[in-house]
C-alpha cells in the first residue's frame, strides 16, 4: 500500500448518552451533545473504542453512558477538529458525515476511562473554553 493511503476500519462507534434501539438514526440537525451544544451540522464515527468511550463521557446529560456499533449511510470524512494538527494522519481513527449513522448495535461491556483520566480531560476542555476555544463541538 502507497504511504499516502491508509485503511479504513470496518467497524464504527458512537459514544453518546442517548438511549437508541437498532434501525435508529443519528442525523445532523439537532444539538450538539459537545460544547456550546449549537445545532450540529455533522455526525460523528470513530474507528476505535478508546475515542468512542471519549464521545460517551464528555456527552452532555445524566443518562448512561451508551457506546453505539453504527454504518454510514453516505460519505464519510476526517473530523478536522482532531485530524488536522491534534492527531496528524487520524490515528484516532475519528470520521463525521452530513448523512445519519445507522445503530447496528450497542457495546454494552466496555470499561471507562479513570476517574482521574476523565478528570484532567474535562479539566483541560474546561481551560480551553476559557480562552474562547470551544474544542469538542
Known amino acids: 500500500m502507497p504511504s499516502n493511503e491508509r485503511t479504513i476500519p470496518r467497524r464504527f462507534y458512537h459514544g453518546t448518552r442517548a438511549d437508541l434501539k437498532p434501525g435508529d438514526l443519528i442525523a445532523a440537525g439537532y444539538r450538539s451533545n459537545y460544547g456550546a451544544r449549537k445545532k450540529a451540522s455533522w455526525v460523528y464515527l470513530t474507528g476505535t473504542l478508546d475515542a468512542a468511550i471519549w464521545g460517551a463521557e464528555l456527552a452532555a446529560g445524566d443518562e448512561p453512558e451508551r457506546i453505539y456499533i453504527v454504518e454510514p449511510t453516505g460519505p464519510i470524512v476526517d473530523d478536522p477538529n482532531l485530524t488536522d494538527q491534534k492527531f496528524p494522519g487520524n490515528p484516532t481513527q475519528s470520521y463525521r458525515s452530513r448523512e445519519p449513522l445507522r445503530i447496528i ?25 476559557e480562552q474562547g476555544i470551544e474544542a469538542i463541538d
Open 105 to 129: 448495535g450497542e457495546v454494552t461491556d466496555w470499561e471507562g476511562h479513570s476517574p482521574e483520566r476523565l478528570k484532567q480531560m474535562k479539566d483541560n476542555l474546561e481551560r480551553l473554553k
